[in-house]
């Protein structure tokens, strides 16, 4: 069993899981508490504790909560692709959708202030 965000991530990776749903759960302040990616796989929802990222698994679709950020950058930019590669690079997960071929998009998520960070790369 997976225990780290970039095992749950290389689990859809290694399954050909596609993006077809992204939902975010805003704090007070505006800044995202978590983010619930879902695969046809299953879904991953990322917390971040601190400085670090936490994830869980939900393989039925479940743990989906928050407001639908699909039509939001960088979302909208990656629904319907596989996730093609998962790694950590200096404390956060990298995120690469499609090929290296197929115009990929690569997708930083981090932890800062207990907040989930999203960042486009590519």
Do not use: K, Y
């Amino acid at each position: 069993m997976a225990a780290t965000a970039l095992g749950w991530f290389e689990r859809v990776r290694e399954q050909g899981g596609r993006l077809l749903r992204v939902t975010a759960d805003a704090g007070a302040d505006g800044g995202l508490e978590a983010l619930s990616l879902t695969f046809d796989v299953g879904t991953v929802r990322v917390t971040a504790q601190g400085t670090a990222l936490r994830a869980e698994v939900f393989a039925d679709r479940g743990g989906e909560a928050g407001s639908n950020a699909d039509e939001e950058d960088p979302w909208w930019t990656v629904l319907g692709n596989p996730l093609h590669r998962a790694r950590e690079h200096d404390g956060g997960l990298l995120l690469q959708f499609r090929a290296d071929a197929d115009s990929p998009r690569i997708l930083r998520l981090d932890a800062e202030d207990g907040r989930v960070c999203v960042r486009t790369l590519v």
